[in-house]
């Protein structure tokens, strides 16, 4: 069964400061693996994308990596600023139906 | 383009009446989405059409779920009778891409309280 877990399920750090998220997947075989941010009350935005050759990808401050052999991917968000508070999820695809698997999300709260 | 719209933002309702919540999606997208967002299982695909026809209702719980896409920019989610474990975030999402695994576009969600 295709899973998506993600890591930690909730984070809090100061302004300024760097934080990594994290996730796993066991969905085979690969499509894509898609970074959403989720503002509360808001519909997730996508912000970025890694396919199987893609190693790494920024988006601003914000740079995602996938290792396709261990099948993780990372979020690193840098210089954390108040408005990086959101819920940030993780979502596979695999290359066969076309369909995606949601992880839970990490919850990151900035404090100024 | 305005995104995706979805109405009404917020629904408080009474369990045993029906529901219908609306959705327009981006224009120019085939693909369209229903999911489901509750605290406990986070995002749950509920359906989705392709060029107004439904691919994949695995998603819907129960007999009480039907969604419908008259044309193209416009798609209905209806719970009928409702009852208090439907309530939830509803989202509607449209895509250029096949399937789920293109980039998908949400619109602000419904907010669904059935007491």
């Known amino acids: 069964k295709n899973q998506v877990e993600q890591s930690p399920q909730s984070l809090i750090i100061l302004e300024g400061k760097n934080c990594t998220l994290q996730?796993?997947?066991?969905?085979?075989?690969?499509?894509?693996l898609r970074w959403y941010k989720q503002d509360t009350g808001r519909g997730p935005v996508s912000l970025t994308i890694?396919?199987?050759?893609?190693n790494t990808k920024s988006n601003g401050r914000y740079t995602a990596t996938l290792d396709a052999d261990t099948k993780q991917s990372s979020l690193h968000i840098t210089a954390s600023q108040l408005s990086d508070s959101a819920s940030y999820i993780c979502v596979v695809s695999d290359a066969n139906a076309g369909k995606s698997t949601f992880g839970d999300g990490t919850t990151l709260t900035v404090k100024p | 383009d305005a995104g995706v719209i979805q109405s009404p933002r917020h629904e408080v309702t009474e369990m045993g009446q029906e529901v219908t919540l609306r959705c327009k999606p981006i224009s120019g997208h085939d693909y369209l989405f229903w999911y489901r967002q509750t605290m406990m299982r986070g995002l749950e695909l509920l359906i989705y059409f392709n060029n107004n026809v439904p691919i994949d209702d695995s998603g819907m719980p129960e007999d009480r779920f039907s969604a419908k896409m008259p044309n193209a920019s416009f798609s209905t989610l209806k719970i009928q009778p409702s009852e208090p474990r439907d309530s939830a975030v509803y989202f509607c999402a449209s895509s250029l891409e096949t399937g789920d695994s293109g980039e998908l576009f949400f619109g602000e969600g419904s907010r669904l309280t059935v007491l």
């Open positions: 890694m396919t199987f050759s893609e």
């Open positions: 996730c796993n997947y066991t969905v085979s075989p690969f499509s894509n």
